[in-house]
C-alpha cells in the first residue's frame, strides 16, 4: 500500500506513507536518527530536541515533522551532530549525571546517544541540583537525578496503563518529575513494576530493585555495538522479555 | 463558607469540567491566598484529576501556590522599564520596613514581597500588585504609606483609590483610535453584506496580525471557515505579557466594545457560537469592567442569541485569565492554558486554525487586530489599506517607555520612522531603542532611519528608549532573567539554555567573565534559535545575540583580561565560613574583584 512517495535523508531515497513523521519513515527503513523522548509506540512529543534535523534549510524535529515529498533530510550532517553535541551536554549538566556509579551504564540511551555523537565532555557548567532518590516501592526505585523529562513514564502511565502516576511540576529549568500520591512517594502510589511506565525510561531513572550488574560492564547493550545498530532500550528490553517467556 | 463549599459552588458553575481546572484554581488563591491541600483533594475527586496533575499546574503559574502568601501578596514589577524608574530600591525600602526577604512570607504570616515579570504599567511605573489589583506610580512615599497600611492591617479595598489609578495615557491617536463609530456599526455591515463580502474586505485590507507574527488575518479567519467541524471558537489573545507592552491594557480599558465587536464578527464570519478572552493576569482589575460591557452588549443585541434581530446569529464571550506565564502568549501555549492546562506550546502542524481550543478550528487573534477588523468592516478595506506601507497597511499602536518626556500610547501609520517616534515622544540622547520587547531588537542610534513595519522591524508594539548614561548590559541581564524564569521547561535548548545564558551574563556583569563565555553566550544562543521547540524559544537570545554584535563594547568594559575564568566562584565559596566565623575582613576573602 505504498503511496510512492518519497524523500531523501542524506542522500538516501527515503519512501514514505501519508501521515509518517520523519522519525516513522526512517525507522521503517532502517535509518538511525539519534533520539531520546521519542519512542515509537508512544505519541511523538518532540521535547529533547536530539531528533534535530534540517529539512530544506529550516531545523525540525524528525519525530513531530510529517515527511513531505521530494524534501531533502540533512541527518548526519558536522553542524545538526555538533548541535545535538550541545542539546546532550545540556542535559547531563542539567541533571547529576555520574556513569561511573550507575547501574544503567553500558545500557542507557543518554550515554549511547552521547557517544554516538562523539561527546567526549559535558562542556557546560553543571547545575548540581539538590535532588532526591525514592526507594519507597517495593520493586521499583527512582533516582530523580538523572531524570532527562522525556516524559516517556509520564505518557506511558497515561496512555497504557491508565493510572496518571507521574506528571511535570514547576517550570523552565525547575520543571521536575513528580509522583501521584498522598505523600509523593512512588511507594504510596499505585504504580507496580509490571507497569508499561516501568519499562520505559531510556536512562537510568526509573530501575528496578532487587538485582544489579547482572549484567556485567562490558557486556552491556551498548558496549559492544553502537545505538544506531542496537536501537532504543525499551525496545530492547522487550526483545528480553520476549525471549523470557519464549520455550 | 468553608473550604468544601466554596469548591463545590464553584466546580458547580462550571459542570466539573476538568477544563476549568486554572480558573477554579485562580479563585481559590485569591480567596485563601493558597491553594491549600485540602483544596487540591477536593477538586482532584470532582474533576477526576490526579493530585499530581493539579500539582503541575499550580507549579506552571507564577500566581498559584501551594503554601500560604499572606494577607498581603505583593509582586513588584521588574520589567527594565521599572527598574530604570528606580523599582529595586523602592522594593528593598519595602523589604527593610516589612522586614521581610524577597520571595518568603514574613513569620507572622501577613505579607510577602516578590518580583514579576512586566506588569504592563510601564508608562505609569514603577508598579507592583496587591493581592492581584494594580498599583501604579510607586515612590518612596507610596511605599510608606504602603507599609503603614499593611502594618495597620488594613484590607485592600480600603486603600486609597489614587493608588490604582491607571491612565491611558495617550499620545498621539491615528485610524483606530480617532474611529467614531458606534457599538454594532460593524455588525450592521456584517448583516447588511453578508459575511464573504466582510471577508472580501479584511483580506483586501491587507490587515495582519498585530501580536507580531503579521499572519493575513482575513487568510486565518478563511482557513478557519473552511475547515470542516460542527463547532468553531473565537479567542482574543489579551496576554500582553512582552515586557514593555501595554496597548491592550488601554484598548479593553476604552475601546473594549470595538475588541468584543471583532470578536463577534470574525464569529458571523466563521460561524463560532462560542468566544474567550484570554486576560493576562496582571489585568485583573479591568476584568469587572469588561464583564459589564458583556452584558450591555447582551442586553442591547450585540452579544447572545440572534445577534442584532439575525435568527442563527448566536455568540457569546467568556473571560479567562491568566495566571502568570508570559509562554501564554504563544496561541498554543494560550490554548492549553483555555484548557486548564500547563501552557506547554503544542506541535505544530497541526495549526490551531484547523485543531485549535477542544481541537476544534480556532482564530486566535491579538486585541489590536478585532478592534481593526471591527473597524474595516464599517469603514471598508480602502480605509485601511491607502495607511501605512504596501506590506504593512494601517497603523500600528505603540507603547513607549523608558527614556523620554512624553511615555504612553502613540498610534502611527506603519512606515515611521525612530527617528520620528524619538521626536514626537520627547527622547533625546538615545542611545538605543528596543523594540518588540525582550524577543525583539535592540536598535542602535545608526540604525535610528529604520521603519515601523512587518517588512523592517516587525513589533508587537513594545518600544523601550535607551539613553547615553544607561548601560545597556543592564537591559540584557534583566532579559535574560526574564526568559530563564519564563521558560515553560519542555524542550532542552531553551529550559537549560535559558538558564546558562542568564549564568553567563550574570558572570559578565560581575565581571568574572572572559572573551570565551562571549563565545559560548554566541554559541548557546544560536542553539536556542535553531532547535527550540517554540518561538519563545528561538527569540530568547535576542537580545543577548543583538547587542553582542551591536554593543560589543557593554560586554567588553566588563570583561577580565584573560582568555577564561572558570564559573566557581572560590570566594563566593567561602561564604558560608565567613558567617559561621564572623569574619568578613580582607583576609577572608580571596581574589574579590579589584
Known amino acids: 500500500m505504498s503511496t ?19 522519525m516513522d519513515a526512517a525507522l ?33 524535529s524528525a519525530c513531530t515533522q510529517p515527511a513531505m515529498e521530494n524534501t531533502e533530510v540533512d541527518n548526519n550532517s558536522d553542524k545538526i551532530m555538533s548541535q545535538r553535541r550541545s542539546l546532550l551536554q545540556m542535559l547531563f549538566v542539567e541533571g547529576n549525571h555520574v556513569c561511573p556509579g550507575c547501574e544503567k551504564s553500558g545500557a542507557c540511551q543518554l550515554q549511547a546517544v552521547a557517544y554516538y555523537t562523539n561527546m567526549l565532555s559535558p562542556h557546560f557548567t553543571h547545575f548540581f541540583p539538590q535532588r532526591s532518590v525514592d526507594a519507597s516501592h517495593a520493586d521499583t526505585a527512582i533516582d530523580f537525578n538523572r531524570c532527562i523529562l522525556c516524559e516517556l513514564c509520564v505518557r506511558a502511565s497515561r496512555d497504557v496503563d491508565h493510572k496518571n502516576v507521574f506528571a511535570i511540576d514547576g517550570r523552565g529549568i525547575n520543571s521536575h518529575l513528580v509522583i501521584n500520591s498522598s505523600s509523593g512517594k512512588l511507594g504510596d502510589s499505585s504504580f507496580s513494576a509490571s507497569d508499561k511506565a516501568a519499562h520505559v525510561c531510556p536512562v537510568g531513572a526509573i530501575l528496578p530493585k532487587h538485582q544489579g550488574y547482572d549484567i556485567p560492564i562490558g557486556e552491556r547493550l551498548y558496549d559492544k555495538q553502537p545505538i544506531s545498530i542496537v536501537g532504543d532500550v525499551a525496545a530492547n528490553e522487550t526483545d528480553e522479555k520476549q525471549k523470557d517467556v519464549e520455550p | 463558607m468553608s473550604i468544601k463549599e466554596f469548591i463545590s459552588d464553584i466546580t458547580a458553575l462550571t459542570n466539573n469540567r476538568p477544563g476549568h481546572l486554572l480558573q477554579t484554581l485562580y479563585e481559590i488563591q485569591y480567596q485563601y491566598s493558597c491553594i491549600p491541600q485540602q483544596a487540591i483533594k477536593l477538586l482532584a475527586e470532582k474533576l477526576s484529576l490526579s493530585e499530581a496533575h493539579i500539582h503541575g499546574v499550580i507549579g506552571f503559574y507564577s500566581f498559584l501556590h501551594d503554601s500560604p502568601r499572606g494577607s498581603y501578596d505583593i509582586l513588584i514589577s521588574d520589567s527594565i522599564s521599572d527598574h530604570m524608574l528606580g523599582s529595586r530600591k523602592l522594593m528593598d525600602s519595602l523589604c527593610n520596613k516589612l522586614g521581610v526577604m524577597p520571595g518568603i512570607p514574613r513569620e507572622d504570616g501577613r505579607v510577602t514581597v516578590d518580583t514579576t515579570s512586566c506588569t504592563g504599567m510601564c508608562d505609569q511605573g514603577p508598579a507592583m500588585l ?57 455588525l450592521k ?136 506565564a508570559y509562554i501564554c502568549g504563544e496561541e498554543s501555549s494560550l490554548i492549553e492554558s483555555l484548557e486548564g492546562k500547563r501552557g506547554i506550546p503544542r506541535k505544530r502542524p497541526p495549526f490551531p ?18 478592534m481593526a477588523a471591527a473597524l474595516i468592516a464599517v469603514h471598508g478595506a480602502d480605509w485601511f489599506n491607502t495607511a501605512g506601507t ?26 515611521v520612522s525612530i527617528q520620528q517616534i524619538l521626536k514626537d515622544c520627547g527622547a533625546t540622547d538615545s542611545q538605543a531603542v528596543q523594540v518588540a520587547g525582550a524577543a525583539g531588537f535592540t536598535i542602535p542610534a545608526e540604525e535610528f532611519n529604520r521603519c515601523i513595519a512587518f517588512e523592517d522591524i516587525s513589533t508587537g508594539g513594545s518600544f523601550m528608549v535607551f539613553n547615553q548614561q544607561r548601560d545597556l548590559l543592564d537591559m540584557v541581564q534583566n532579559f535574560a532573567h526574564f526568559f530563564a524564569h519564563e ?55 535576542n537580545p543577548v545575540l543583538d547587542t553582542l554584535s551591536k554593543f560589543p563594547h557593554i560586554y567588553e568594559q566588563h570583561l577580565k583580561q584573560t582568555d577564561y575564568e572558570p564559573a566557581f566562584d572560590l570566594d563566593a565559596a567561602l561564604q558560608e565560613a565567613r558567617e559561621i566565623t564572623g569574619r568578613d575582613d580582607a583576609g577572608a576573602h580571596i581574589g574579590t574583584k579589584s
Open chain 1, 4 to 22: 510512492g512517495k518519497t524523500f531523501k535523508l542524506d542522500g538516501k531515497t527515503i519512501v514514505f506513507e501519508d501521515g509518517d513523521t520523519i
Open chain 1, 28 to 60: 521503517r527503513a532502517g535509518e538511525y536518527i539519534p533520539h531520546l523522548c521519542h519512542n515509537p509506540e508512544f505519541t511523538p512529543h518532540g521535547s529533547c530536541r536530539v531528533c534535530i534535523v534540517n529539512v530544506d534549510g529550516r531545523q525540525v
Open chain 2, 130 to 186: 496587591v493581592n492581584g489589583w494594580t498599583v501604579t506610580l510607586l515612590d518612596e512615599d507610596r511605599i510608606k504609606n504602603i507599609v503603614k497600611l499593611i502594618e495597620s492591617n488594613t484590607a485592600v479595598e480600603l486603600w486609597p483609590n489614587e493608588f490604582f489609578q491607571v491612565t491611558d495615557n495617550i499620545q498621539r491617536r491615528d485610524l483606530l483610535l480617532e474611529d467614531e463609530s458606534y457599538n454594532g456599526d460593524a
Open chain 2, 189 to 324: 455591515s456584517l448583516i447588511n453584506q453578508g459575511g464573504v463580502t466582510i471577508l472580501e474586505q479584511i483580506i483586501a485590507s491587507g490587515l495582519r496580525g498585530r501580536g507580531g507574527a503579521g499572519f493575513t488575518t482575513g487568510l486565518k479567519w478563511r482557513f478557519c471557515k473552511q475547515t470542516e467541524a460542527n463547532q468553531r471558537y473565537v479567542v482574543c489573545n489579551a496576554d500582553e505579557g512582552e515586557p514593555g507592552t501595554f496597548k491592550d491594557r488601554v484598548l479593553l480599558n476604552t475601546y473594549a466594545d470595538k475588541v468584543f465587536e471583532g470578536m463577534t464578527l470574525c464569529a458571523g464570519i466563521i460561524g463560532a457560537t462560542e468566544g474567550l478572552l484570554y486576560l493576562r493576569g496582571e489585568y485583573r482589575y479591568l476584568r469587572e469592567a469588561l464583564e459589564q460591557i458583556l452584558q450591555d452588549r447582551r442586553e442591547t443585541g450585540l452579544l447572545g442569541k440572534n445577534i442584532l434581530g439575525k435568527e442563527g446569529f448566536d455568540f457569546d464571550i467568556k473571560i479567562h485569565m491568566g495566571a502568570g
Open chain 2, 353 to 370: 486554525v484547523t485543531h485549535g481550543y477542544q481541537n476544534k478550528p480556532t482564530v486566535v487573534n491579538n486585541v489590536e487586530t478585532f
Open chain 2, 390 to 415: 504596501k506590506e504593512s497597511t494601517g497603523s500600528k499602536l505603540l507603547s513607549i517607555s523608558g527614556d523620554c518626556e512624553r511615555p504612553g500610547i502613540y498610534e502611527y501609520p506603519f512606515g
Open chain 2, 487 to 541: 521558560s515553560c521547561g519542555f524542550c532542552t535548548p531553551c529550559r537549560v539554555g535559558s538558564s546558562l545564558m542568564k549564568d553567563l551574563v550574570d558572570k559578565v556583569q560581575s565581571g568574572h567573565a572572559s572573551q570565551y563565555d562571549l563565545d559560548e553566550m554566541r554559541n548557546i544562543g544560536k542553539l536556542m534559535q535553531t532547535s527550540s521547540h517554540c518561538g519563545l524559544g528561538t527569540s530568547a537570545p
